[in-house]
Protein backbone atom coordinates (compact mmCIF):
# COMPACT_ATOMS: atom_id res chain seq x y z
CA UNK A 1 0.00 0.00 0.00
CA UNK A 2 1.28 3.62 -0.87
CA UNK A 3 0.65 6.26 1.76
CA UNK A 4 0.18 9.46 0.33
CA UNK A 5 1.32 12.34 2.41
CA UNK A 6 -1.63 14.44 1.49
CA UNK A 7 -3.91 12.26 2.34
CA UNK A 8 -2.97 11.94 5.77
CA UNK A 9 -4.89 13.68 8.93
CA UNK A 10 -2.13 14.63 11.65
CA UNK A 11 -4.61 15.15 14.25
CA UNK A 12 -6.78 11.82 13.63
CA UNK A 13 -4.44 10.01 16.39
CA UNK A 14 -5.23 12.12 18.55
CA UNK A 15 -9.10 13.14 17.75
CA UNK A 16 -9.20 8.68 18.36
CA UNK A 17 -7.05 8.81 21.84
CA UNK A 18 -9.28 11.38 23.06
CA UNK A 19 -12.38 8.04 22.88
CA UNK A 20 -12.37 6.13 25.66
CA UNK A 21 -9.93 3.27 26.35
CA UNK A 22 -7.87 4.84 23.35
CA UNK A 23 -5.12 6.84 25.28
CA UNK A 24 -2.21 4.76 24.89
CA UNK A 25 -2.63 3.92 21.50
CA UNK A 26 0.52 6.10 20.80
CA UNK A 27 2.46 3.55 22.88
CA UNK A 28 2.30 0.84 19.97
CA UNK A 29 5.19 -0.15 18.62
CA UNK A 30 3.98 -2.78 16.39
CA UNK A 31 5.35 -6.09 18.21
CA UNK A 32 2.49 -8.42 16.88
CA UNK A 33 1.06 -9.38 20.02
CA UNK A 34 -2.45 -7.86 19.38
CA UNK A 35 -2.20 -9.90 16.13
CA UNK A 36 -0.76 -13.22 17.23
CA UNK A 37 -3.64 -13.94 19.67
CA UNK A 38 -5.99 -12.38 16.95
CA UNK A 39 -9.00 -14.95 16.62
CA UNK A 40 -10.20 -12.80 13.25
CA UNK A 41 -6.43 -12.14 12.45
CA UNK A 42 -6.31 -15.61 11.03
CA UNK A 43 -9.40 -16.01 9.31
CA UNK A 44 -9.55 -12.70 7.59
CA UNK A 45 -6.94 -11.81 5.84
CA UNK A 46 -7.28 -7.77 5.31
CA UNK A 47 -7.64 -7.46 9.06
CA UNK A 48 -5.12 -6.88 11.45
CA UNK A 49 -4.92 -5.02 14.94
CA UNK A 50 -1.89 -4.28 14.70
CA UNK A 51 -1.91 -2.29 11.74
CA UNK A 52 -5.25 -0.51 12.01
CA UNK A 53 -3.34 0.82 15.24
CA UNK A 54 -0.81 1.94 13.05
CA UNK A 55 -2.73 3.14 10.76
CA UNK A 56 -4.43 5.04 13.36
CA UNK A 57 -1.42 6.34 14.36
CA UNK A 58 0.27 7.70 11.16
CA UNK A 59 -3.32 9.32 10.70
CA UNK A 60 -5.08 7.44 7.69
CA UNK A 61 -8.31 8.55 8.47
CA UNK A 62 -10.38 7.80 5.73
CA UNK A 63 -8.89 4.59 4.47
CA UNK A 64 -9.91 3.47 8.29
CA UNK A 65 -13.06 4.86 9.01
CA UNK A 66 -14.67 3.98 5.89
CA UNK A 67 -13.46 0.81 5.47
CA UNK A 68 -15.16 -2.39 6.32
CA UNK A 69 -11.83 -3.66 7.84
CA UNK A 70 -12.76 -2.55 10.93
CA UNK A 71 -16.32 -4.36 11.27
CA UNK A 72 -14.15 -7.32 10.84
CA UNK A 73 -13.09 -7.43 14.95
CA UNK A 74 -15.25 -9.65 17.02
CA UNK A 75 -14.44 -7.09 19.83
CA UNK A 76 -13.50 -10.58 22.26
CA UNK A 77 -10.70 -7.96 23.44
CA UNK A 78 -8.28 -11.25 23.20
CA UNK A 79 -5.64 -8.08 22.28
CA UNK A 80 -5.89 -5.87 25.47
CA UNK A 81 -4.16 -8.24 28.08
CA UNK A 82 -1.59 -8.82 25.93
CA UNK A 83 -0.50 -5.62 24.97
CA UNK A 84 3.25 -5.41 26.90
CA UNK A 85 2.49 -1.18 26.02
CA UNK A 86 -0.92 -1.32 27.19
CA UNK A 87 -2.53 -0.19 24.18
CA UNK A 88 -6.18 -1.40 23.98
CA UNK A 89 -6.36 -2.13 19.93
CA UNK A 90 -10.23 -4.20 20.79
CA UNK A 91 -11.01 -0.19 22.14
CA UNK A 92 -9.35 1.65 18.83
CA UNK A 93 -10.85 -0.41 17.08
CA UNK A 94 -14.36 0.66 18.59
CA UNK A 95 -13.72 3.90 18.47
CA UNK A 96 -13.14 4.35 14.50
CA UNK A 97 -16.66 2.14 14.68
CA UNK A 98 -18.32 5.00 16.41
CA UNK A 99 -16.70 7.85 14.24
CA UNK A 100 -17.89 6.01 10.78
CA UNK A 101 -21.30 5.87 12.35
CA UNK A 102 -20.91 9.58 13.54
CA UNK A 103 -20.17 10.60 10.13
CA UNK A 104 -22.99 8.34 8.62
CA UNK A 105 -20.78 5.96 6.88
CA UNK A 106 -22.64 2.95 8.22
CA UNK A 107 -26.18 2.65 8.64
CA UNK A 108 -28.52 -0.11 9.91
CA UNK A 109 -28.69 -2.03 6.68
CA UNK A 110 -24.77 -1.55 5.85
CA UNK A 111 -24.91 -3.27 9.87
CA UNK A 112 -26.78 -6.15 8.80
CA UNK A 113 -25.24 -6.92 5.92
CA UNK A 114 -21.79 -6.86 7.90
CA UNK A 115 -23.58 -9.08 9.84
CA UNK A 116 -23.16 -7.03 13.12
CA UNK A 117 -27.14 -6.69 13.45
CA UNK A 118 -30.08 -9.21 13.78
CA UNK A 119 -32.88 -8.27 11.83
CA UNK A 120 -36.97 -9.19 12.14
CA UNK A 121 -38.91 -9.94 9.49
CA UNK A 122 -42.06 -8.99 11.00
CA UNK A 123 -44.14 -10.88 8.94
CA UNK A 124 -42.88 -13.86 10.36
CA UNK A 125 -42.37 -12.64 14.26
CA UNK A 126 -45.36 -13.95 16.30
CA UNK A 127 -44.82 -11.68 19.20
CA UNK A 128 -43.90 -14.39 21.72
CA UNK A 129 -41.00 -12.63 23.39
CA UNK A 130 -38.54 -15.27 23.06
CA UNK A 131 -36.31 -12.80 22.15
CA UNK A 132 -36.82 -10.43 24.63
CA UNK A 133 -36.39 -12.66 27.39
CA UNK A 134 -33.25 -14.52 26.23
CA UNK A 135 -31.41 -11.56 25.00
CA UNK A 136 -28.63 -10.79 27.50
CA UNK A 137 -28.30 -7.34 26.04
CA UNK A 138 -32.18 -6.19 26.04
CA UNK A 139 -32.19 -4.85 22.34
CA UNK A 140 -35.18 -6.68 21.26
CA UNK A 141 -38.62 -5.01 21.52
CA UNK A 142 -42.17 -5.88 21.08
CA UNK A 143 -43.30 -3.02 18.72
CA UNK A 144 -47.37 -1.56 18.92
CA UNK A 145 -47.48 -3.25 15.53
CA UNK A 146 -47.40 -6.47 16.87
CA UNK A 147 -43.26 -8.06 16.09
CA UNK A 148 -40.18 -7.77 17.59
CA UNK A 149 -37.66 -5.18 16.53
CA UNK A 150 -33.79 -5.39 17.51
CA UNK A 151 -32.16 -2.13 18.76
CA UNK A 152 -29.29 -1.65 16.73
CA UNK A 153 -27.25 0.27 19.68
CA UNK A 154 -28.06 -2.75 21.74
CA UNK A 155 -27.30 -5.70 19.48
CA UNK A 156 -24.60 -7.50 20.02
CA UNK A 157 -24.93 -9.87 17.02
CA UNK A 158 -24.39 -13.16 19.38
CA UNK A 159 -27.30 -15.23 17.56
CA UNK A 160 -29.16 -15.84 20.87
CA UNK A 161 -32.39 -15.18 19.21
CA UNK A 162 -31.56 -16.11 16.01
CA UNK A 163 -31.09 -19.83 17.25
CA UNK A 164 -33.96 -19.48 19.45
CA UNK A 165 -37.30 -17.63 17.67
CA UNK A 166 -39.71 -20.18 17.15
CA UNK A 167 -40.74 -18.89 14.18
CA UNK A 168 -37.76 -18.21 12.84
CA UNK A 169 -38.43 -14.79 12.08
CA UNK A 170 -35.13 -12.98 12.68
CA UNK A 171 -31.63 -13.07 10.82
CA UNK A 172 -28.49 -12.78 11.40
CA UNK A 173 -26.26 -12.01 8.18
CA UNK A 174 -22.71 -13.67 8.94
CA UNK A 175 -19.71 -12.12 9.94
CA UNK A 176 -16.30 -11.90 8.57
CA UNK A 177 -15.22 -13.91 10.76
CA UNK A 178 -17.31 -16.54 10.11
CA UNK A 179 -17.76 -16.02 6.50
CA UNK A 180 -13.51 -16.32 6.22
CA UNK A 181 -14.28 -19.79 8.76
CA UNK A 182 -16.29 -20.69 5.63
CA UNK A 183 -14.29 -20.29 3.27
CA UNK A 184 -11.05 -21.43 4.57
CA UNK A 185 -9.14 -18.36 4.38
CA UNK A 186 -7.14 -18.63 7.30
CA UNK A 187 -3.53 -17.32 6.89
CA UNK A 188 -0.06 -17.34 8.87
CA UNK A 189 0.37 -14.50 11.08
Not at 21 to 34: D, V
Not at 91 to 103: F, N
Not at 138 to 155: N, Q
Request: aromatic residues 4%; negative net charge.
Amino acid sequence: MTIQETKLNPSFAAAVAAREGCASLARCYACGSCSGVCPVEKVVPEFDPRKIVHMVALGMEEELVASDVIWACSQCQSCIPVCPQEVRPADVIRGLREEALARGLVDVDRMAELGLLARVDGGKCVACLTCVRLCPFGAPRILPEGYAFIDPDRCRACGICVLECPATAIELAPSQEMRGMKGGAGHAG
